[in-house]
């Protein structure tokens, strides 16, 4: 007992964290349980949002710890939280958040409620569970430790629970951008779209993201000449759009690295026990070897795939009315993301000249509310490597994790960090862990979405420690 009581001091003095900074874990947890499944059982599905009910919950629970905070919104049934915990001011603040909004549900394809935060074999089960009432939870309850620990602190440390992330960023980080900008100002951020990569319960790394890709999206609009459908004709609308959509979906545009992708395969190989993988993982740096490579992820690596470069998913067709009617136009709506820096209006064009169709027009953007097109989304550069905030997600990833690393990585979906980082803020996405072989099963967006309840416990522990370490002030 003396042994662990011993290293469990020294992890932290080692960096200068005083162990009266840490709460009592075992304690909390069930404090931590009961917001999270109270945040869960608030349907705040977007559309319509109804944000304000999930601020309304957060306030009332940082009012009782004394902990200020102000409600800010364009609609108001679409509320932001802002709440802040000051510093002495010595260091610029730092931002946790989370958004409050989450997509529908199909109600029968769930096996459970997904406004019931159900409890069975060791998961939570909710919609939000991982996208993200888990970051808005563990943003909360670093505030309220924070104040109950007393912890003094060189930057001010402010929480953000904004509306609207799920499509309509408007009423959320646009708007606090565009009109509250000097009550979130910050030097970083840890948003969400990271996580804790497990292999048989073992963390093998603690993924951060540093960047991530933009939604541009595009429609293909295809015209012939209408008739009827007894009488095929040559320019068939369906047909030129069917043509037009297996071209580019076998398009493969070219390879585009970053820092962060770099530094992602590098050190994944570091971490991987399969040789081949590791080989793959080395390989993809080395422009002899790119091409195979990713067509072997294309098969077999899906997020891999699409991290390596500007992706293209058809994901809407729309064509035809009768089926003795041959349309005059049918369209495709094309899911983009491009690689942070892409140029776009050489991708549209190069598009063009892959489908080789006068019938078929390109054009830029989408019809899709839930689409993050090119006006809503910016795409601003990765957030560095060498910050302080990097290193202290390093730090505490060594001392909560022995043996596992830090992997920066690019998300392929969006977040509302492009628009703090457009802005200046370096910012990181963190998450709970996830087993690497559940496959995506209960995860974002998906049905019967659920954590595993040791998982939000030790993702609270990790977002605390994350800001303790870049915001406690040290003893001299």
Not at 167 to 192: D, F, R, T
Not at 263 to 271: G, H, I, Q, W
């Amino acid at each position: 007992m003396l042994v662990r009581t011993m290293r469990f001091f020294l992890l932290f003095a080692v960096a200068g964290l005083s162990l009266a900074q840490q709460p009592d874990w075992t304690r909390i947890q069930a404090e931590t349980l009961e917001h999270f499944s109270n945040l869960l059982k608030i349907d705040t599905s977007n559309p319509p949002g109804n944000e304000t009910k999930a601020v309304e919950y957060l306030k009332a629970v940082l009012d009782k710890e004394g902990i200020p905070s102000e409600v800010l919104f364009t609609e108001a049934s679409r509320a932001n939280l802002v709440a802040r915990l000051k510093g002495n001011g010595s260091k610029r603040p730092v931002i946790v958040m989370g958004h409050t909004d989450v997509v529908g549900v199909q109600r029968e394809k769930w096996s459970v409620d997904p406004f019931a935060a159900i409890r069975k074999d060791g998961f939570l089960y909710g919609r939000g569970a991982v996208d993200d009432k888990d970051n808005v939870v563990a943003s909360l309850m670093t505030l309220i430790l924070l104040k109950r620990q007393n912890v003094a602190l060189d930057r001010d440390v402010i929480f953000i629970a904004e509306s609207g992330e799920e499509g309509s960023p408007g009423v959320g980080i646009i708007h606090l951008v565009n009109q509250h900008w000097p009550k979130i100002e910050a030097e970083y951020c840890l948003g969400e779209g990271g996580g804790i990569g497990l292999r048989d319960g073992k963390p093998r790394y603690v993924e951060i993201t540093t960047t991530e890709k933009v939604g541009r999206g595009a429609r293909l609009i295809a015209k012939g000449t209408a008739g009827h459908g007894s009488r095929p004709g040559p320019d068939n609308a369906i047909v030129a759009l069917a043509n037009a959509v297996a071209k580019v979906s076998a398009w493969e545009p070219p390879v585009r690295l970053n820092d962060t992708t770099r530094a992602y395969f590098e050190r994944l190989a570091t971490v991987t026990d399969d040789p081949e993988a590791k080989a793959r993982y080395n390989g993809v740096l080395n422009p002899a070897k790119q091409a195979e490579i990713v067509r072997y992820f294309a098969r077999k690596e899906l997020g891999h795939a699409s991290i390596v470069r500007t992706s293209i998913s058809p994901t809407i067709l729309q064509a035809g009315f009768r089926s003795n009617v041959i349309p005059s136009e049918a369209e495709a709506t094309l899911d983009i993301r491009a690689v942070p820096g892409e140029d776009m209006n050489w991708f549209y064009d190069q598009m063009r000249k892959v489908i080789s169709d006068p019938n078929v027009e390109v054009v830029a953007g989408n019809r899709s509310a839930g689409s993050p097109g090119a006006a809503m989304r910016p795409s601003p550069p990765p957030s560095a490597l060498n910050s302080e905030m990097f290193q202290a997600l390093e730090a505490v990833t060594r001392r909560m994790f022995p043996g596992a690393i830090a992997l920066p990585s690019m998300l392929t979906a969006a977040t509302d960090m492009a628009m703090l980082r457009a802005k200046g803020v370096q910012s990181y996405g963190i998450g709970p862990a996830m087993d690497i072989t559940d496959g995506g099963l209960g995860g974002a967006h998906a049905d019967d979405e659920r954590i595993r309840e040791s998982a939000i416990h030790q993702f609270v522990e990790f977002t605390y420690n994350a800001v303790l370490e870049i915001a406690a002030s040290r003893k001299r």
